[in-house]
């Protein structure tokens, strides 16, 4: 069958059109209306971005895409509760497409009794009425879309929060320049035999193993492994450079492909530390031992911050081609859906 073909079959919900449209989000941002927070810069020394699923990767994006720019510390927050150094100068950010994921309101409850300065995103929901109740800054995102397929708008959110706080300069130039690629790459992943549909297929029948650089492109690994989770419906495992030195790697040493049928991933990018770039290598070399193919995705733009939003796009294509190719639909997250039932 044709790439269309699959699409028309299994993409119930025309998700495929959502990740052709997917900079019309950043526009959206930009045009977006922000309340005045009620407090400043100097109030803060430290930042806690609270969400999970696509809001939390929002946030591990914002760390590597500011890696050089920020000068307080960010944590990203997957629980119902915040660190015990939350306290009257701490910011945090409550970030909810639905506005009802209940670990991010829990968090948001435990910065209210902390005394924390707040900022909520979402479309609405728990979160909008929480906000309202205790007259926290509410930043109203676009509805209609699966939260994991809105990352546009909540990351470059998270960007203009940061911006309009004073903790970055202005972003436009390079907003600007990824609204112009992720129109350019739309056209080049819809067509037939691009690149995201030469990966997809190349990992039919394979559990992706991907590797990335802590603090340059993890989020970019994380999400691609998220995105395979939950678009083309697979198992996918993620770990970082260095780290995966010091206890992954042995992992290699006993793999049987026959056994489990990987193929391994590489996040890389040229301004890697040259040390990283050796483990890379030398890494390659004992993979290849195994009989197992490594894919190596690295974007050739200018500049850091498009390269890292080129890969995570890309990222988004090859999942999305991956989950209709064997036959499932990538809207589709039924496990999600009845752990919330069971919970509720």
Known sequence: MKISEFIQKYDTQNQYQVLRDTYKQIEYTLDNSYPEFGFSREQINKIVISGLGGSAISGDLLKNFLKDELKVPVLVNRNYFLPSFADEKTLLIASSYSGNTEETISSFNDAVNKGCKVICISTGGKLEKLASEKSVPFIRLQKGFQPRYALGLSFFTLLKIFEKLKF?????????????????????????????????????????????????????????????????????????????????????????????HTKVIYILDETYHPQIKKRFKIVSEFIKKSEVEIISLESLEKDFKVRIMDLIFLADWISFYLGVFRGFDPSEIEYINLLKEKLS
Do not use: C
């Open 168 to 260: 970055i300069n202005d972003q436009s130039e390079i907003v600007n320049k990824v609204i112009l690629l992720w129109k350019k790459r739309a056209d080049e992943y819809s067509s037939e035999d691009n690149q995201a549909i030469l990966i997809a297929q190349q990992l039919i029948g394979f559990i992706p193993v991907i590797y990335s650089a802590s603090d340059y492109t993890n989020s970019v690994g994380y999400r691609l492994k998220s995105q395979i989770n939950e678009n083309s419906k697979l198992h996918a495992f993620h770990h970082e450079f260095p780290e995966m030195n010091h206890n992954e790697i042995i992992g290699w040493e006993s793999h049987q492909q026959k056994s489990l």
